[in-house]
């Protein structure tokens, strides 16, 4: 049977507004938002309403309370992003390495564990993505379909770990990842991902999980220059 759909709560509404101001920007890290009593007025609600959204996004660490002083916007590092009820924020700037650091580590390991238990059909599925990718790659370089291609074959990866956490953590953290390999498709010219995923692939092929776990880690070494500024390199 299909139940009947609840309508939303007024805190709820309250929660998602204000989630809204802060992840659009519109209140920025460190600002200083309205009293209860204020955001009460300005949305035509309860205090009792504004005041249990307001606890629930200081737990989601959106906001935080300061002795004496008010409640704050909390800086968006990427940790909210963590958790699936906050809406996946725009990293930018110092955020895009600690993304950086956080896939080196994890894709680096995940890779070597496809390495050991990948099947032949693994294998296969891993080429034919690759296959496309290189294909949308000769079309145009630094299109959106190859930028998409690019993500759907670190999250092949992480499922192909037959670990579920790997791939929950995929699920979950997909739009971040997308916008990390935007942001360092951005510092480049010339995207070497191609040749990057074949000798990914082709260690994972060899099952020599120490070769595959390098590879992925030199091609997230090749990531972590572009978010950092250095010079221009192909991914």
């Not at 609840?6 to 890290?29: F, H, P």
Request: aromatic letters at 6%.
């Amino acid at each position: 049977m299909v139940n009947k759909v609840e309508r939303k709560s007024v805190s709820d509404a309250v929660q998602d507004e204000v989630k809204r101001l802060i992840t659009s920007g519109e209140w920025k890290a460190g600002t200083k938002i309205p009293s209860e009593n204020e955001l009460a007025s300005m949305m035509g609600v309860s205090r009792v309403s504004v005041r249990s959204a307001l606890q629930r996004l200081s737990s989601l660490g959106l906001i935080e309370s300061r002795q004496g002083g008010g409640t704050f916007v909390c800086e968006l590092d990427g940790s909210q992003n963590l958790n699936t009820l906050v809406p996946f924020a725009m990293l930018s700037g110092e955020n895009q390495k600690y993304m950086v650091e956080f896939r080196r580590i994890i894709e680096s390991e995940a890779t070597y564990l496809v390495a050991v238990r990948s099947t032949e059909e693994d294998v296969g599925r891993l080429w034919e993505q690759w296959e496309r990718y290189r294909q949308s790659e000769q079309k145009n370089s630094m299109s959106e379909e190859s930028m998409e291609l690019d993500l759907e074959f670190h999250l092949t990866l992480l499922q192909s770990t037959r670990n579920p956490m790997f791939t929950q953590m995929g699920n979950i953290l997909k739009d971040t990842i997308m916008e990390n390999i935007r942001y360092a498709w951005g510092q480049t010219e010339h995207n070497k991902g191609v040749d990057s995923h074949k000798q990914i692939i082709s260690a994972i092929e060899k099952h020599d999980p120490a070769a595959a776990r390098s590879a992925m880690w030199d091609h997230m070494d090749i990531v972590w220059d572009l978010v950092n500024g250095e010079e221009k390199k192909g991914r």
